[in-house]
């Protein structure tokens, strides 16, 4: 029995616009070769950086091109190695492991369903040393798929202007939307004193053309900056100049039109089989992005032909678990979600089976 991976959070393969990417990338070499293939400035492909700052509204001196959005935030818990950083619970695991591995004082904050609970960061913020700045995943979170409310960014903006709090606002999946209206990202409500913003090509071009990038306040630039070039020299500009050109060619709404079509899909698959095979479970209902959040009824680490993330690794609690519709078919879906409940119920019938324990004297 093939394994189905519901642990991948990467986009399918024919979701990757592979031919024309290829033609993209003959095209920038043939166009400014000598520039991408040769050593450039650390902020990365200027074209592609001035495309970023003019979305966004700021400065190209604001932007810095990353080889992925998770290198920037390595910078970022570099420059702020040992200090107190606050998350989400549950959130993603590998800012997780790198603000580790650099002495962070990691403080998870509680979620609900309609994201972060700002009563529980204030009365973090109340107690302890002042925070190097959150990290939050507002729009489609992963791991959970949880949208922070409109109402609560504009909450959440305040307190930090109150507390002079950073905020890091990842948002690498709030393009990949497949209802309901976008709200605004907390770098559009803030005008980015205080909110970083970091994104990715990944999800929404090709993960493998490795492109992130962040929006800084100018003093932050300079010193990611100083970071980038003690880490590689310059960026990967072959990349960058790829993406760029597919950008110049107006090919990206409609590649993300497709994108989102094409995962809409699953989905809806994949809540369709909760439905009808895990009604013991409680999931999230996320429009949009690449995970669902389950809460299974007992501790499940794995289960037979089926791959998924437990959600310990996230900071969740030892019976959720992330479930990924990006990569794998609909009807994968389906049959993962069948061997999960197979699973699951197992599991209810070995626990119901096994002798309860008894005392000394009994």
């Known amino acids: 029995m093939d394994t189905i991976s519901l ?33 450039g400035p650390v902020g990365g492909y200027q074209p592609l950086r001035e495309w970023i700052a003019d979305r966004h509204g700021v400065e190209p001196s604001r932007v810095l091109v990353t080889n992925g959005s998770l290198q920037g935030l390595a910078f970022l818990a570099d420059r702020f190695a040992g200090a107190r950083v606050l998350v989400e619970q549950p959130t993603y695991d590998r800012p ?19 994201g972060l609970d700002l009563d529980a960061l204030a009365q973090t913020l109340d107690t302890g040393p002042k925070p190097a700045f959150l990290y939050t995943i507002p729009t489609f979170q992963n791991p959970s798929g949880r949208t922070l409310t409109t109402e609560r960014r504009h909450r959440l903006v305040e307190l930090a202007r109150e507390r002079d709090l950073l ?8 393009l990949v939307r497949f209802e309901g209206d976008p709200p605004p990202t907390l770098f559009e409500l803030d005008g980015g004193d205080h909110v970083v913003y970091s994104s990715s090509f990944s999800k ?3 993960p493998g053309v490795r492109v992130g990038y962040f929006v800084l306040p100018q003093a932050l ?13 310059t960026p990967v500009l072959l990349g960058q100049a790829t993406v760029f050109e597919f ?24 809540l ?20 669902v959040w389950v809460e299974l009824p007992d501790e499940l680490k794995e289960a037979a032909g089926v791959a998924f993330v ?6 969740g609690a030892p019976n959720t678990a992330r479930l990924a519709f990006s990569y794998v078919s609909p009807d994968e879906i389906r049959e993962g979600i069948s061997r999960l409940s197979a699973a699951v119920a197992a599991r209810g019938e070995a626990a119901a089976a096994a002798p309860a324990s008894r005392g000394y004297g009994a």
């Not at 630039?221 to 020299?233: C, K, R």
Request: glycine residues 8%.
């Open 221 to 233: 630039d300079a010193e990611l900056e100083a970071l980038a070039v003690s880490t590689y020299i």
């Open 247 to 270: 950008l110049r060619r107006g090919n990206f709404e409609a590649n993300i039109e497709r994108v989102r079509d094409l995962l809409h899909a699953r989905r809806d698959a994949m």
């Open 7 to 39: 642990a991948r959070g990467v986009p399918a393969p024919e979701c990757i616009p592979v031919a024309e990417l290829a033609d993209c990338a003959a095209a920038a070499i043939e166009r400014d070769g000598t520039t991408v293939l040769s050593y």
């Open 272 to 291: 369709d089989a909760l439905e009808q095979d895990l009604p013991s479970a409680k999931w999230t209902h996320p429009a949009g992005g690449y995970f």
């Open 310 to 315: 437990s959600g310990t690794d996230f900071g």
């Open 96 to 114: 997780l492991k790198l603000l580790a591995a650099r002495g962070a004082d990691v403080v998870a904050v509680p979620m609900d369903d309609d």
């Open 204 to 206: 929404t071009v090709a």
């Open 167 to 174: 905020v890091l606002e990842d948002d690498p999946y709030g």
